[in-house]
């Protein structure tokens, strides 16, 4: 009887153990999940740099109802003005990549000096005149985009303060020249 007992008592001690280890794993897993739960709360709480709580995301493709290239700047054109003389509408842009939804169009630099740099560069956005004005961010200097800037004119760009620092070395984006890298279409 004395080894049924001890038997016993072992197995008791085993499910013991069991018990306690699945405790732990569970208030560990819990523990996670509240980390995880309280940093996507942070994530969407968190500021853009812009107020987002008065913007309207659309977006269309008159590409895929057969329009041709040289009636899409017509088409944004007309789609623009009839949006902006909608009532509560301040202001309207396009942006070929939707703000905030977590779409890239990257490519490395090339640098007025004529060095390539392919290494995966900033993020890029094609924009309207005005879009920096539509979502709120106002320009540190330099100028917007203007009707005239074309694809037959001098390019033009605006580069946040990181891609200055990271890329440029200066804390002036007024000057220098940059263009897209070896995979510019990337």
Same mark, same amino acid.
């Given at each position: 009887? =004395?080894? $049924?007992?001890?038997?016993? +008592?072992?197995?008791?001690?085993?499910?013991?153990?069991?018990? &306690? *280890?699945?405790?732990? =794993?569970?208030?560990?897993?819990?523990?996670?999940? *509240?980390?995880? &739960?309280?940093?996507?709360?942070?994530?969407?709480?968190?500021?853009?740099?812009?107020?987002?709580?008065?913007?309207?995301?659309? $977006?269309?493709?008159?590409?895929?109802? *057969?329009? +041709?290239?040289?009636? =899409?700047?017509? #088409?944004?054109?007309?789609?623009?003005?009839?949006? +902006?003389?909608?009532?509560?509408?301040?202001?309207?842009? #396009?942006?070929?990549?939707?703000?905030?939804?977590?779409?890239?169009?990257?490519?490395?630099? $090339?640098?007025? $000096?004529?060095?390539?740099?392919?290494?995966?560069?900033?993020?890029?956005?094609?924009?309207?005149?005005? #879009?920096?004005?539509?979502?709120?961010? @106002?320009?540190?200097?330099?100028?917007? #985009?203007?009707? @005239?800037?074309?694809?037959?004119?001098?390019?033009?760009?605006?580069?946040?303060?990181?891609?200055?620092?990271?890329? =440029?070395?200066?804390?002036?984006?007024?000057?220098?020249?940059?263009?897209?890298?070896?995979?510019? *279409?990337?």
């Amino acid at each position: 009887r =004395l080894e $049924t007992a001890q038997t016993t +008592s072992s197995h008791a001690t085993g499910r013991r153990l069991l018990v &306690a *280890g699945q405790i732990a =794993l569970s208030l560990m897993l819990l523990a996670a999940g *509240g980390l995880f &739960a309280r940093t996507l709360y942070n994530l969407r709480h968190a500021g853009v740099g812009f107020e987002t709580g008065r913007l309207a995301l659309v $977006t269309v493709n008159p590409q895929m109802n *057969g329009y +041709s290239q040289a009636r =899409l700047r017509i #088409f944004y054109d007309d789609l623009r003005q009839r949006v +902006s003389r909608l009532p509560g509408v301040e202001s309207a842009a #396009f942006a070929v990549m939707p703000v905030l939804a977590g779409d890239a169009w990257g490519s490395g630099l $090339t640098l007025d $000096t004529g060095a390539r740099d392919d290494t995966p560069g900033p993020t890029r956005n094609a924009v309207d005149p005005g #879009f920096f004005q539509t979502i709120g961010i @106002s320009l540190r200097e330099g100028r917007d #985009f203007s009707g @005239s800037d074309t694809a037959a004119s001098v390019p033009v760009a605006i580069v946040n303060g990181a891609v200055l620092r990271c890329y =440029l070395g200066t804390g002036s984006a007024i000057g220098p020249g940059i263009g897209p890298g070896g995979n510019a *279409g990337a």
